[in-house]
């Protein structure tokens, strides 16, 4: 078990560009999420994986957001035109899809966004 | 709708003093509950899960939670407090809704006092 990894750690960009962001989970978990963590907030759910078919997406998530996840395993976010408010720590979390709601996920260590 | 409402955005302890941290849990249905902790810019981290096995759950690094239903609470303890359990801790509600997704309380940050 490696853990679930995010890259980058950190992103600085200008306002406007466009940014990618890439998460590898843990190798035997279906299910993969993303979030949305602003300062002093709790992680806000943006979209979920199912291997590689993305079965939610969030209001949270404009059309200048999208996300995939091509083979079932790693999954990139993107972020079109960046404004100031997509300034954020970016997590991704896995889990296994074998069970309820008791399977608990595993985080990444994000990637924090910064909008200059 | 589930929700979390974790009472006391900022808590601090002396070193050694016992650790409290509020969750209070709103659903129609049983709950399944977690409590995760977060560093500094890091991601997060499971510390304990309720799943009605039982209600009284141990977790990692001495911490342990009791679910109550008669007050719809599943708060954080710690006998004594270390330097290093200063950090962002959440109280989490697992949900299906057509999928499986985590609502997070706002989040405590918890400050140890030397």
């Known amino acids: 078990d490696t853990g679930v990894s995010q890259d980058p750690r950190h992103k600085i960009t200008k306002r406007g560009q466009n940014v990618t962001f890439r998460c590898d989970p843990i190798s035997e978990h279906n299910r993969l999420y993303w979030y949305r963590q602003t300062l002093g907030q709790g992680p806000e759910f943006l979209t979920y994986?199912?291997?590689?078919?993305?079965?939610?997406k969030s209001r949270l998530l404009s059309d200048r957001f999208s996300a995939e996840r091509p083979k079932g395993s790693f999954s990139t976010l993107e972020i079109q035109r960046t404004e100031q408010g997509d300034s954020a720590m970016y997590l991704c979390?896995?889990?296994?899809?074998?069970?309820?709601?008791?399977?608990?996920?595993?985080f990444g260590d994000g990637t924090r966004l910064s909008i200059l | 709708a589930q929700s979390v409402t974790q009472l006391g955005s900022h808590v601090s302890v002396s070193e050694g003093a016992l650790v409290l941290l509020r969750c209070n849990y709103s659903s129609s249905v049983p709950p399944y509950l977690f409590w995760y902790v977060q560093y500094p810019n890091q991601g997060l981290q499971l510390l304990l899960k309720?799943?009605?096995?039982?209600?009284l759950v141990k977790g990692i690094n001495g911490f342990e939670a009791e679910f109550k239903k008669s007050e719809t609470s599943f708060h954080l303890t710690k006998p004594s407090a270390h330097m290093s359990d200063a950090a962002e801790y959440f109280c989490v509600v697992s949900t299906f809704s057509g999928t499986y997704k985590y609502i997070f309380g706002t989040g405590t940050r918890l400050k140890v006092l030397a």
């Open positions: 979390a896995s889990s296994l899809a074998s069970g309820g709601l008791d399977q608990p996920q595993h």
């Open positions: 994986f199912q291997n590689e078919a993305q079965l939610e």
């Open positions: 309720y799943t009605s096995a039982a209600t």
